[in-house]
């Protein structure tokens, strides 16, 4: 399934995109309640915090990085404690350009390791940061990452890629790249019918 999505992902230009973004997604594997009493992927799941949902949860973070239209180019998913800039790495030794990230991206040294290799990773500053990067380069950068936001919310909503299914880490990686396959599918099928990549329902009403 993840070489499927890989070779559906160079077909169409994924890998040669000079933009990425970045970002993750939390994969709970039951409710915070009752993590204490879950015997479900003991060992391998962790407390883990959701900035977005400002909750903590119990289970795994989900890391992607896409294309410019949305091709999902890279992905994994680990414990929930790991921290996604130590995982960023691993997941674009494939791909040259600019690539956009959140906050939680934000590491001199990260940015100076991709640099090496022909990354080059923004991301939004701290409030107790000066930021003296042109406005519309900021202005920019915050309304192309809704795009990444945009897949993340279709993963979860249409593919249910954040709830746990499974009960050992085999199984949830096939099911993972399952849905990232399925996702991949729909973008190529969008695009071969003339509508915009994501732009999934026009498929339905096809």
């Not at 390791?113 to 950068?141: A, C, H, I, S, V």
């Not at 996702?183 to 339905?204: A, D, N, W, Y």
Request: glycine share 8%.
């Amino acid at each position: 399934k993840r070489i499927l999505q890989e070779r559906l992902a160079i077909a169409l230009g994924a890998f040669t995109d000079s933009l990425h973004l970045v970002d993750g997604l939390p994969m709970p594997v039951c409710k915070f309640a009752r993590a204490y009493f879950s015997k479900v992927f003991k060992g391998n799941a962790t407390y883990g915090y959701c900035a977005t949902k400002k909750e903590r949860y119990y289970g795994f973070r989900g890391h992607l990085v896409i294309s410019s239209i949305g091709v999902i180019t890279a992905a994994t998913f680990s414990a929930a404690n790991v921290d996604e800039r130590d995982v960023c790495p691993e997941l674009v030794d494939r791909i040259q350009g600019l690539m956009i990230g959140d906050k939680g991206f934000l590491r001199p040294e990260l940015q100076e390791e991709l640099g090496t290799n022909g990354l080059y990773l923004q991301t939004p500053l701290r409030d107790n940061m000066k930021d003296e990067r042109p406005k519309e380069f900021l202005y920019w950068m915050k309304s192309t990452r809704r795009l990444i936001e945009t897949v993340i919310g279709q993963l979860a909503d249409r593919f249910h890629i954040e709830k746990i299914r499974a009960r050992d880490l085999w199984h949830e990686a096939s099911r993972f790249w399952r849905k990232l396959l399925a996702h991949t599918v729909c973008v190529k099928m969008s695009i071969e019918r003339g509508g915009e990549p994501l732009q999934f329902e026009s498929l339905i009403s096809y």
